[in-house]
């Protein structure tokens, strides 16, 4: 394996921004494990390539994401990128959400991520060497409504990371986490969108307003996925990749606005807060 040529591992590979990593990867003549819960559906969206292989993997499940690990290290000797790729959306307003459709969205979002990194993790250490690229997404860092478990999870995801970073950095292993805005990756389409069951009157016109922008919007999004995939591709290829990668005006602009509006916030009520410290009372 050449120097510039690494082992990339791809959760969510069969269609959307994944499908896309993998073809921007292998055209920039590195190795791919492909992975996504049905294998058919990987060949048929990525073909036969002698740099990749596909693999089973629901990121849910501990076993498979063990398993997809250990095929990958047999077939091409290490991984030097984890792509946290794979996630879905369970639109709606919080009331309207089931618990059951909550944890599903962070076991998904969440949990499914830091499988596959645990899985991960012991391999990039002995190579001392290694990225783990988390996609993330603008609700990560800035909430809104009809996105209150997506945003759980996805908040949930960039504390996690941020966490991570420091704990792994010793042993040579970074970390990214990327924020996309709204990209064409079919995060909106019917097999990944679930949009709670409408059931509390309260919110009826919005439910019905906002189901059908998204339904709208799915397919029209701004954002090019092959665009985003080549960014990213281009950024693990430095020596040091950024820890957050914003992506896409619709991306920057809140989070810019976010940021700004927290040092506002803590401008606001400075001296309050600094007086809240006092020296420890002696025993």
């Known amino acids: 394996m050449s120097s510039n040529e690494k082992v990339w591992l791809v959760t969510g590979a069969g269609r959307g921004l994944g499908a896309d990593i993998v073809r ?71 009331e309207e959400l089931t ?29 001392r060497a290694g990225l783990v690229l988390t996609i993330s997404s603008t609700a990560g860092l800035v909430g809104g409504a009809f996105c209150t478990g997506y945003a759980a999870g996805k908040f949930g995801v960039e504390g996690w990371m941020e966490s991570l970073a420091p704990e792994i950095e010793p042993f040579g292993i970074q970390t990214m986490l ?25 919110y009826a016109d919005r439910t019905a307003g906002t189901i059908a922008f998204l339904s709208d919007l799915d397919g029209k999004q701004p954002g090019d996925p092959a665009k985003l995939a080549n960014a990213l591709v281009q950024l693990a290829g430095l020596d040091k990749p950024p820890s957050r990668f914003v992506a896409g005006n619709d991306a920057m602009e809140p989070i810019a606005a976010k940021a700004n509006a927290l040092l506002a916030q803590i401008d606001a009520h400075r001296a309050l807060s600094a007086s809240l410290a006092t020296q420890p009372q002696e025993t």
């Not at 059951?100 to 190579?127: C, H, S, W, Y």
Request: hydrophobic share 45%; glycine share 8%; proline share 5%.
């Open 99 to 127: 618990p059951d459709q909550i944890r599903q969205q962070i076991e998904t979002l969440l949990f499914g991520p830091m499988n596959v990194t645990r899985a991960v993790l012991p391999v990039m250490r002995k190579q």
């Open 24 to 94: 921007a990867a292998l055209a920039a003549g590195h190795k791919v494990v492909a992975t996504g819960r049905d294998p058919g559906k990987l060949d048929a969206a990525l073909g036969a390539h002698e740099k990749l292989l596909t693999l089973k993997l629901d990121i849910t499940n501990v076993d498979e994401a063990k398993d997809a690990t250990e095929a990958a290290v047999a077939r091409f000797g290490r991984v030097d990128v984890l792509v946290n790729n794979a996630g879905n959306f369970y639109a709606g307003f919080f």
């Open 178 to 202: 990327v924020e996309p805005g709204f990209f064409r990756t079919e995060l909106l389409s019917a097999g990944s969108t679930t949009f709670a069951k409408p059931s509390i009157e309260d």
